[in-house]
């Protein structure tokens, strides 16, 4: 595998792509970079924004996640991925739902899974493409999600027992990730586009008088790097969301972004370092351009 390999960990199909979208059709662009993708529900439980395919869902015929597999692989195939995987191979967790719901105790529940064992099926795969960084989200999984929660947890763990020569030697020799980053916003970048919102048929925003009110979202002072991605790449992460027809309609969100706020709205996705030495940067804030840097 190549020396540049770099690990993206999602919880659901079309998570890669709205946190991190740009991000990935620009290192998929890269020669020198390995770019790998695992994603580790199908999304079973997500919500059918399509009327006529509104029989998919969990309550009806539970099969919207077989649909979101084949919206993925549209998704990541438009952004220019190839090496996906889904944790466990597809289907092995299932899509806990929003906290408190009754799904979150499904036997299959990714948020009730042992994390070592979930952990051991992302070892395997780290230390096989050995990346030099790993990306996931933070420990409230930017939103309060169980599934982005437990994709932390298991992430991070993975990222301790793939460095541990005496762990599950089985799984292929150690390998030392250089660099961990966790996705996040600037508050800066949260308060630009709290108004745009106003408009949005789903906006994410509307139980909060403003801005300070949102439970996510970090000062810009506490941000490490800034991938903005250039016009070619931007356009895939267009494409790539239009193939999840299931999970964003037009007139949602992600659109009143680009259509208030321009592509390069779209076209900049923020991080956090945890692990590892901050290359150079540049910017008020010194923020890296290159998370592999």
């Avoid at 994709?151 to 150690?174: E, F, I, K, T």
Wanted: with cysteine; net charge negative; hydrophobic share 40%.
């Amino acid at each position: 595998m190549s020396a540049r390999g770099i690990m993206f960990v999602h919880a659901h199909p079309d998570d890669e792509t709205v946190g991190t979208g740009a991000t990935l059709a620009h290192y998929a662009a890269r020669p020198e970079v390995h770019l790998t993708v695992v994603t580790c529900t199908l999304g079973e439980e997500g919500e059918v924004r399509v009327p006529r395919l509104a029989g998919l869902a969990a309550d009806e015929a539970d099969q919207l996640g077989g649909y979101r597999y084949w919206e993925y692989r549209q998704a990541t195939a438009a952004l220019g991925v190839t090496d996906t995987h889904f944790l466990g191979g597809p289907g092995r967790y299932r899509d806990s739902g929003m906290m408190g719901l009754p799904s979150n105790g499904h036997p299959r529940a990714f948020w009730g899974a042992d994390v070592d064992t979930a952990a051991a099926d992302l070892v395997a795969l780290v230390r096989d493409r050995a990346p030099e960084v790993l990306v996931t989200y933070d420990p409230d999984g930017f939103y309060g999600h169980p599934d982005h929660i437990q994709a932390h947890r298991v992430a991070m763990r993975a990222v301790d027992l793939a460095a541990d020569p005496a762990w599950r030697p089985d799984l292929g020799p150690a390998h030392d990730i250089r660099k961990v980053y966790w996705t996040t916003m600037p508050r800066s970048v949260i308060e630009a586009q709290f108004a745009a919102f106003a408009g949005a048929t789903d906006n994410p925003f509307a139980d909060a008088a403003s801005a300070d009110d949102l439970p996510f979202g970090v000062p810009d002072g506490e941000i490490d790097a800034c991938v903005s991605a250039d016009e070619e790449a931007t356009a895939k992460k267009r494409a790539a969301m239009a193939a999840y027809a299931t999970q964003i309609a037009p007139g949602d969100w992600l659109d009143v972004i680009g259509d208030k706020l321009g592509d390069a709205a779209l076209a900049a996705e923020h991080y956090r370092l945890v692990k590892g030495e901050r290359g150079p940067g540049a910017g008020e804030h010194g923020w890296e351009a290159d998370l592999l840097a």
